[in-house]
């Protein structure tokens, strides 16, 4: 049987709950807390986080979203905070940026 970090029969000490502390330590330290999409006149970029890293960021079900969308939303353009609701939409939360 494979242990957590991939290998047969490992005795690296890795757990479930050893590798989730190293992803919110990874979290912490790019300060990521989910997806932030970025809306601009040329087009949107997505910061995915740590979890989206291990696979093609293109299947992010994020990308398909913002894809969807056809452009930035009725709020303009800026960072925003991004979930997925229950019912498979976007939610979107704008990120006031702090003033230099």
């Not at 049987?1 to 490992?10: H, L, R, T, Y």
């Not at 330590?25 to 040329?42: I, M, P």
């Amino acid at each position: 049987m494979k242990a957590p970090c991939g290998q047969e029969d490992c005795d690296c000490g890795h757990t479930i709950a050893k590798l989730q502390e190293e992803v919110d330590s990874l979290r912490t330290a790019l300060n990521q807390d989910g997806h932030v999409l970025e809306f601009r006149k040329s087009g949107w970029a997505i910061e995915h986080p740590v979890e989206c890293r291990s696979g093609s960021l293109l299947d992010c079900r994020f990308n398909f979203l913002c894809e969807e969308m056809g452009g930035p939303p009725e709020e303009g353009l800026g960072r925003y905070k991004a979930a997925i609701g229950a019912d498979g939409t976007l939610i979107l939360a704008a990120i006031k940026e702090a003033k230099p």
